[in-house]
């Protein structure tokens, strides 16, 4: 299970993917439209909707999820053998599945994840919580690509478009796509099995994303920590 952590971390991609045609959409309206992330109601990331990871219990955050009318097919994974790990998703009333909650012990939430409609750009985010220190980023589709921009600090990760791996170009005007929230012992987790790109401004994806990772992850080679390649 604990490679599900760095899978977590590229998992918009996977999510993106509508139907048999395997279509990408990234850009998607029927996602959840929310504005916390800016307003930092009704609590600052990485809490969400009363939902805080490595505070909130896993059974009380879908007990919250269940009962408000704002969201349906809440769905709970089944439990991979030999795991103690709890995932369930979630999609908003009127739109298609966006969310997930992963607790890696059961009881606990560690993260969420939680994908937006295109409502909300890159440059007032960094206005609210500055430059990001590390950079990843995945190409699902030759016209649409995402970087994932981590904050450790905070945690978490935010993920902004990018029109594709050849031409795209992350700039203040990059429409957020998504956010994980998460406790500060799965970031530091992540970190560790991760390997990532120091951020270094605005530019191409493709001059960003070039395979020279600047920071590899301390344990990403202990498979007991991190998980078999």
Do not use: H
Not at 59 to 68: F, G, S
Not at 105 to 111: F, I, K, N, P, Q
């Amino acid at each position: 299970m604990n490679r599900l952590l760095f899978a977590l971390l590229l998992i918009l991609a996977a999510l993106a993917v509508a139907g048999c045609a395997a279509e990408v959409r990234l850009l998607d309206e029927t996602k959840l439209k929310d504005f916390s992330l800016l307003s930092g109601e009704p609590c600052e990331a990485p809490c969400w909707n009363g939902i805080a990871p490595g505070e909130t219990l896993y059974r009380d955050a879908k007990l919250l999820i269940d009962e408000d009318m704002r969201y349906k097919d809440v769905q709970e994974a089944e439990r991979q053998e030999g795991s103690d790990a709890r995932i369930f998703g979630f999609a908003p009333e009127e739109g298609q599945v966006c969310c997930q909650v992963f607790s890696r012990d059961g009881e606990t939430v560690t993260s969420l994840l939680l994908q937006f409609a295109p409502d909300m750009s890159l440059g007032p985010v960094m206005d609210r919580y500055g430059e990001a220190i590390y950079v990843g980023g995945e190409a699902p589709a030759a016209d649409q690509a995402y970087m994932a921009l981590v904050y450790p600090e905070v945690p978490m990760v935010i993920y902004a478009f990018v029109a594709g791996a050849d031409n795209g170009r992350l700039s203040t005007g990059s429409e957020i796509l998504g956010a994980m929230y998460m406790s500060q012992d799965e970031m530091s987790l992540l970190l560790a099995c991760s390997q990532l790109y120091d951020w270094q401004g605005f530019g191409g994806f493709s001059e960003i994303i070039d395979g020279n990772f600047d920071f590899i992850g301390e344990d990403i080679e202990n498979e007991e920590i991190c998980g078999s390649a």
